[in-house]
């Protein structure tokens, strides 16, 4: 009876430290040879495999064929010096998804034999929101650049309808007011654009208003024609 006591209790142990294992948040898994020798239910459901399908395989068929090379050097190196760390590696999952994760390398003993012990966290959403935030970065750079620019040409195009207008005054005939007059329309047109980047880029609030597309289809031609 006593045994039997022992050996329930040793099994409601491994229940326990089975199922704190399979709960954790971290992905665990053990190498031998690298073979998976173990593997908890959060490295299962990262690669998207049961446990079956995962025990006795070479860890390196579930890695991104360009960090293959990579991951081999790194054990390599980690074995000679005996100095595990942190290392980021892409797997590739059942469904040819490729996912990023950090894992933490270690020694342990596991069935009699200096095994790998590695933990896993998922970092691909970390690393989708750092490249979205620097991609709203290079962007806000940019409205911040086009901004400067537009500011500018605004002030240039000012420049020339302001010209443009006292050479208006000075002219009599009309062929060269007709011509001053489409300076002066185009200019005021590169001044609004000037003037709605700058809204843009400043983050203000559009100004919605109406306008007659044949007059600026006229406008347009007239453009073009001289």
């Known amino acids: 009876l006593y045994n039997l006591y ?19 948040f971290l992905g665990i898994f053990i190498l031998i040879d690298r073979k998976i020798g173990f593997t908890n239910n959060t490295f299962c459901n990262f690669l998207g495999y049961n446990s079956e399908s995962l ?11 360009e960090d293959r090379n990579k991951y081999v050097m790194e054990i390599t190196d980690m074995l000679l010096n005996d100095s595990f760390g942190v290392n980021k590696i892409r797997f590739i999952t059942s469904e040819q998804k490729i996912l990023t994760a950090e894992i933490r390398f270690g020694f342990i003993n ?12 998922d970092i691909s959403e970390k690393i989708e929101l750092t490249e ?20 500018d040409f605004k002030n240039v195009l000012s420049g020339i309808i302001g010209a443009t207008e006292l050479l ?23 001044k609004k654009l000037a003037e709605q980047i700058l809204k843009y880029s ?19 031609t007239e453009l073009i024609q001289n």
């Open 132 to 151: 979205q935030i620097l991609e709203l970065q290079k962007m806000e750079s940019i409205g911040l650049m086009a901004s400067s620019i537009s500011h």
């Open 55 to 65: 025990i006795g395989r070479d860890i390196t068929d579930f890695i991104y064929h």
């Open 202 to 220: 400043r983050h203000n609030g559009a100004e919605i208003t109406l306008f007659d597309v044949n007059k600026s289809v006229i406008e347009i």
């Open 168 to 190: 208006k005054l000075r002219i009599d005939d009309n062929e060269n007011i007709h011509l001053i007059d489409t300076i002066l329309k185009s200019s005021n047109r590169g």
């Open 110 to 121: 596991w069935e009699g034999r200096k095994t790998i012990s590695c933990s896993l966290m």
């Open 6 to 24: 022992e050996i329930k209790e040793i099994n409601d142990s491994l229940s326990k430290y089975t199922q704190l294992l399979n709960n954790s």
